[in-house]
């Protein structure tokens, strides 16, 4: 094969025809499995020599994968496709793509040439990098990096802050690029952007059979971090902390703490089973990582855990993200999210054949909160017999142990008024770090707005000072009933 020196020419529909094999590939993979696409790669332009591909996806502007595959010289087609397939999967930094993402993403395609060894050497090497038409790759050892044009371009970089930046994409000394003993290459490359639904429509990602495996199923993110990895452990530290003769009573809410167990988890058994647990529970969760959707319904068929599947419930997961605005079913937003995992086993030792929906909530404003609970106590009055709402929250987070307590007393008693807007205020004014307390202030409202708010109980209090952590930084964990 010719060496990949010359920029690859193709005409717009041959842009397009790349633009939807890559498209077709990402779905493919999602589907469960590195499949071949319904259409092949064009064959009037698979041979085409270059030095690799890029493929890009972004959910609402925001980066969701980038992966390529680099040679010194390779053909197109499979420089694509390779490239696709990873970023559908193998992204180290974020989640595997899922089904459910699929319309919302744009797909964009960098295809590389040209690979030049910089040969000027300490600050001469600036001089050799020519912003929007290079990018950048880097090596020392075993570090390596790689930034595409496109970077330097959008952030706004001149040449030597284009250099710092690969260096530090490369976990090397901002600096690294001026040493003799690093090895810099610059490459041209230029990028295809389209809709990856536009790319691979409907009628198209039908023709792959999704596995349950990749859709439906949640894998574990953080056992053996915040509760045990192995089931016997899990079963033991669950006899430990719940409670004896404790009777269970009937409530419509409840709010529990969601750190690790050996913090949180007596507070959070010790109210989890003074609940008689329904066959359904919706467990409401801060949105603690980037990813996915801001709300964010799970929209998996069930949850694994080490040695168990706590089940789901996909059509109350569906009816929720059509009956309150802003909900959408997103697994993305849920794939690392630990508050309503580490809920799970608490609450299938209590209720074995529980089906739990799981709803991640991020910033609202206080009429988008009260209408979410408006918009959720319609969908409940639908429901016979209705679901149990837990609200899964720590208090405040990383004060010294007096103000912790000082102020987690201070939301504790705005919520014992039974008043979602006087608790949203509360939070705000002293600038409590409650992670959950949008889902608290979304619940109140659901259930006021049903006429059903009418007491609160609280069952249980802790900082994690009193599990042995230090005093100067600690978090509270509360356990409150609602009826």
Not at 32 to 45: K, L, N, V, W, Y
Request: aromatic letters at 6%; proline letters at 7%; one cysteine or more.
């Amino acid at each position: 094969m010719s060496p990949a020196s010359a920029k690859p020419e193709f005409t717009a529909g041959q842009h397009w025809q790349i633009l939807q094999a890559a498209a077709q590939r990402v779905c493919g993979a999602v589907a469960g499995g590195r499949r071949q696409p319904s259409e092949p790669f064009p064959a009037d332009i698979a041979e085409t020599s270059v030095y690799g591909a890029f493929v890009s996806l972004k959910r609402a502007g925001h980066l969701r994968s980038c992966c390529g595959c680099l040679a010194d010289s390779m053909p197109l087609d499979r420089a694509v496709e390779r490239a696709a397939e990873r970023a559908a999967l193998d992204d180290p930094r974020f989640p595997p793509i899922s089904v459910d993402e699929l319309d919302d993403l744009d797909i964009e395609v960098w295809i590389l040439w040209h690979p030049q060894p910089v040969p000027e050497r300490g600050e001469a090497r600036i001089g050799a990098v020519e912003i929007g038409r290079h990018g950048l790759q880097i090596a020392r050892g075993r570090a390596r990096g790689l930034l595409l044009p496109g970077v330097a371009v959008e952030h706004r970089l001149d040449a030597e802050a284009f250099l710092r930046q690969v260096c530090l994409k490369a976990g090397l000394p901002v600096d690294a690029w001026k040493d003799d003993d690093t090895e810099l290459m610059t490459f041209e490359g230029y990028a295809i952007h389209g809709q990856l639904a536009d790319a691979a429509p409907a009628a198209t990602c039908q023709d792959f059979t999704f596995s349950p495996a990749a859709s439906e199923i949640r894998s574990p993110a953080v056992a053996g971090m915040f509760y045990p990895a192995e089931a016997s452990e899990i079963e033991a530290m669950l006899d430990a902390l719940m409670p004896r003769d404790v009777e269970p009573a009937d409530w419509l809410a409840v709010m529990a703490p969601h750190a690790g167990w050996m913090y949180s988890g007596r507070v959070a058994a010790a109210t989890l089973a003074r609940v008689r647990i329904p066959d359904r529970v919706i467990v409401l969760c801060p949105h603690h990582t980037r990813e996915g959707a801001p709300w964010a319904v799970a929209p998996y068929g069930a949850w694994a855990l080490p040695g168990r599947t706590v089940a789901s419930d996909p059509a109350l997961a569906a009816q929720l993200a059509g009956g309150v605005t802003g909900l959408e079913l997103d697994a993305a937003a849920h794939r690392q999210e630990h508050a309503i995992e580490v809920q799970l086993p608490l609450l299938a030792r209590l209720r074995p054949d529980v089906r739990v929906v799981g709803i991640a909530l991020g910033k609202g404003t206080l009429p988008e909160l009260q209408e979410c609970g408006r918009q959720l106590a319609a969908v409940l009055e639908t429901l016979d017999p209705r679901p149990l709402l837990v609200i899964s929250s720590d208090m405040n987070h990383f004060a010294d142990d007096q103000r912790t307590r000082t102020v987690d007393r201070m939301a504790l008693d705005a919520m014992q008024t039974l008043d979602p807007e006087r608790l949203y205020h509360t939070v705000r004014q002293y600038d409590i770090s409650m992670c959950g307390a949008a889902g608290a202030v979304v619940v109140m409202e659901a259930l006021r707005t049903l006429g059903t708010l009418t007491r609160m109980e609280e069952v249980a209090y802790a900082t994690s000072a009193d599990a042995g952590g230090g005093v100067s930084r600690t978090v509270g964990y509360a356990g409150v009933l609602f009826g």
